[in-house]
T-cell receptor, first 110, second 113 residues
Framework: LAKTTQPISMDSYEGQEVNITCSHNNIATNDYITWYQQFPSQGPRFIIQGYKTKVTNEVASLFIPADRKSSTLSLPRVSLSDTAVYYCLVGDGDTDKLIFGTGTRLQVFP | DVKVTQSSRYLVKRTGEKVFLECVQDMDHENMFWYRQDPGLGLRLIYFSYDVKMKEKGDIPEGYSVSREKKERFSLILESASTNQTSMYLC????????????FGSGTRLTVV
C-alpha cells in the first residue's frame, strides 16, 4: 500500500512562499496528484491537480518530478487566510485506491 | 456553483440508535464516497459507490452500511451507533477517471452519547 507522508506542520509569515512536499513511494501509473485545503469544521477544498512536471493556477503551483514519487505544493506570498491543513491525494500503485496524505498544518503569522 | 450537500452539520445521537447521514450532489457525478476524519488519523474511507445500487467497502466499513438508490444521493447508515463512531463524517463525489477531483461536502460532526 502506498505510504503517503507529509510534514505534520509548518510555520510561515505573511508574504512568504511556502512549499509543502508529499512523498508517495508507490503511486499508480495513470493517476493524477491532487491537493486539498481544509479549514476547521469544513470539508477539504480542491486546490490544484497535476500529472507531471509543473502546473500553475491562480492560487498555487504544483511541482512533480519525473519519477512522480513526490510532489510539492507551492503557495506564493501566503496570507493569514492560508492557515489551514493541506492534504495530497494519490492513487496507490498496487490497489488503485486513493490515499490521502497525512496532512500538513500550515500556520501563517502576521 | 456545484455542490455536495450533507443534510446536517451537527448531530447528537444516543448509543444504539440507528443513524442516517444523507449526502446529495448536483454534478451528475458517478462516484460518491464517505470518509470519517479523526484527529491524528486523517481521512479514512468508509464506503464508496461507482454507480446506482452499487457499493464497495473502504478501509473501515465495520459498523456502517450505505445506500445509493439514486445517482445524486448516497446515504451512510450507522445500524447501532456507538461512542467510538463519534467523528466528523465527510461525503465527496467525483466524475471518475484518472483526473480525480473530489468535491467534498461541509461535513457532519456526529456525537454519540
Amino acid at each position: 500500500l502506498a505510504k503517503t507522508t507529509q510534514p505534520i506542520s509548518m510555520d510561515s509569515y505573511e508574504g512568504q512562499e511556502v512549499n509543502i512536499t508529499c512523498s508517495h513511494n508507490n503511486i499508480a501509473t495513470n493517476d493524477y496528484i491532487t491537493w486539498y485545503q481544509q479549514f476547521p469544521s469544513q470539508g477539504p477544498r480542491f486546490i490544484i491537480q497535476g500529472y507531471k512536471t509543473k502546473v500553475t493556477n491562480e492560487v498555487a503551483s504544483l511541482f512533480i518530478p519525473a519519477d512522480r514519487k513526490s510532489s510539492t505544493l507551492s503557495l506564493p506570498r501566503v496570507s493569514l487566510s492560508d492557515t489551514a491543513v493541506y492534504y495530497c491525494l494519490v492513487g496507490d500503485g498496487d490497489t488503485d485506491k486513493l490515499i490521502f496524505g497525512t496532512g500538513t498544518r500550515l500556520q501563517v503569522f502576521p | 456553483d456545484v455542490k455536495v450537500t450533507q443534510s446536517s452539520r451537527y448531530l447528537v445521537k444516543r448509543t444504539g440508535e440507528k443513524v442516517f447521514l444523507e449526502c446529495v450532489q448536483d454534478m451528475d457525478h458517478e462516484n460518491m464516497f464517505w470518509y470519517r476524519q479523526d484527529p491524528g488519523l486523517g481521512l479514512r474511507l468508509i464506503y464508496f459507490s461507482y454507480d446506482v445500487k452499487m457499493k464497495e467497502k473502504g478501509d473501515i466499513p465495520e459498523g456502517y452500511s450505505v445506500s445509493r438508490e439514486k445517482k445524486e444521493r448516497f446515504s451512510l447508515i450507522l445500524e447501532s451507533a456507538s461512542t467510538n463512531q463519534t467523528s466528523m463524517y465527510l461525503c465527496a463525489s467525483s466524475s471518475g477517471g484518472y483526473d480525480y477531483g473530489y468535491t467534498f461536502g461541509s461535513g457532519t460532526r456526529l456525537t454519540v452519547v
